[in-house]
């Protein structure tokens, strides 16, 4: 099979290979999937480049967490009627050395989620990573139906998926950007509210918009830089879900009493350790929102998988607007 690695960690156009591969075959429990499409996250550039001293968990790497394609094969435990199955992958790549940047990938079978018909691969890869973690940040404390939230970020392949999925679920959704063409993006979502986080004063348009009465959630992607307007945006009980931060040396100052008196509570989302309990909750209901037709995520490019580099550095230049995706 085709597919791409590296065998150590460093920069993507001299690190990354594309060559042949042997095939995969599928263990007790687990599915082999055709990959269509392969999704480039973050979390992808950050293990190859060792960021934060992280080493090689394995000599040899096929980078990417989340896929979409059709099972072609199973093993011992897993029903044959699965083979032929349209589904979704999340996480294949951790605690493994094959992820989705090949032409098949081997995962558990709880990880190759069933995508329904109306559903194109290409928006099931853009699932996995971004939307666990936008669900888990949303709906970990409660319903949203009725509620007021505010993604910082909106633009993001995490914020856009929150937004996705909370206008889903029937809130009112505000959220910051930086630039115009993510003001665009943050809008198609179906924010109720863009606002440049550069240009205007959030805590003072968030008031105006809501009544006083601020928002219930926030969905935050730098929350060291943020807290101080989460502070001033949050109503009572307010609840933050921080699923990152700039740097890994960054740090949290809260502000004590404001935080007391306003009964706040911090949540921090890392999607890869989510409690069982929580995927299962997450994959059933971001699969209804994706059939439902109301899950339709910005794609920022497709590359071809001897293009992958070129993928990997468009990821890294900040200037993605959406999720990368490779062809296989």
């Not at 093993?75 to 992820?99: D, H, K, L, N, S």
């Not at 691969?121 to 409660?142: K, N, Q």
Request: charged fraction near 20%.
């Amino acid at each position: 099979m085709r597919a791409a690695f590296y065998k150590k960690q460093g920069a993507a156009r001299e690190v990354l290979v594309v060559a042949d591969l042997p095939d995969l075959q599928p263990r007790a429990g687990e599915v082999r999937v055709r990959v269509a499409a392969s999704g480039i996250n973050p979390s992808d550039i950050k293990t190859r480049i060792g960021f934060g001293g992280k080493a090689m968990p394995f000599g040899r790497i096929v980078p990417h967490q989340d896929g979409a394609g059709v099972i072609d094969a199973v093993g011992p435990g897993v029903a044959y009627t699965r083979i032929g199955e349209r589904v979704w992958i999340y996480m294949a790549q951790w605690g493994r050395a094959f992820g989705t940047a090949a032409e098949y990938v081997v995962v558990p079978s709880a990880q190759a989620v069933r995508l329904a018909d109306n559903v194109s691969l290409e928006i099931g890869a853009s699932l996995g990573v971004p939307a666990m973690t936008a669900h888990r940040g949303l709906f970990a404390d409660g319903d949203l139906r009725g509620k007021r939230v505010l993604v910082q970020g909106g633009a993001g392949a995490v914020g856009n998926a929150a937004i996705l999925l909370a206008k889903w679920a029937g809130a009112w959704v505000a959220a910051t950007v930086s630039r115009e063409v993510q003001a665009e993006v943050a809008r198609a979502a179906g924010a109720d509210l863009v606002l440049n986080r550069h240009e205007e004063d959030v805590p003072h348009a968030i008031r105006s918009a809501t009544g006083g009465h601020g928002v219930d959630r926030i969905v935050d992607v730098d929350i060291s830089a943020n807290i101080e307007v989460a502070i001033l945006c949050l109503a009572r009980d307010g609840i933050v879900s921080a699923y990152s931060t700039e740097t890994p040396e960054a740090k949290l100052t809260i502000p004590f009493f404001p935080a007391l008196l306003g009964g706040f509570s911090f949540r921090f989302v890392y999607v890869y350790t989510m409690p069982e309990a929580a995927m299962r909750r997450a994959t059933e209901e971001i699969s209804a929102c994706a059939a439902s037709g109301a899950y339709v995520p910005q794609i920022a490019k497709t590359y071809a998988l001897d293009a992958v580099a070129d993928a990997h550095e468009f990821q890294e230049s900040g200037k993605a607007v959406g999720k990368i995706l490779v062809r296989l």
